[in-house]
């Protein structure tokens, strides 16, 4: 199997998403599942701020919309960068 430089880089982009998720959800707190939505996706961010969002929506069972509004709120009230 030969990959074109293209493909070649989705899949080294895919392995990348595939490795912040496994970091990730190997450090998220005991107690995440317990976190209003917004603390969870203030979690995440703060672990990796470019996880893309429709993983983070993922993750918390919400839609990326959701997770994008939630982000913005908290940038407007100083919460996160």
């Given at each position: 199997m030969n990959?074109?430089?293209d493909e070649f880089n989705q899949l080294?982009?895919?392995l990348d998403?595939?490795?912040s998720v496994i970091a990730l959800t190997s450090?998220?707190?005991s107690n995440f599942?317990?976190?209003s939505k917004k603390d969870q996706i203030r979690s995440?961010?703060?672990f990796?701020?470019?996880i893309d969002r429709s993983i983070i929506a993922i993750i918390v069972g919400t839609t990326p919309e959701t997770v994008s509004s939630r982000?913005?709120?908290m940038r407007k009230i100083g919460e996160i960068k």
């Open positions: 990959l074109n430089e080294i982009s895919k998403v595939l490795t450090n998220l707190p599942r317990d976190m995440i961010y703060q990796n701020p470019k982000l913005s709120e």
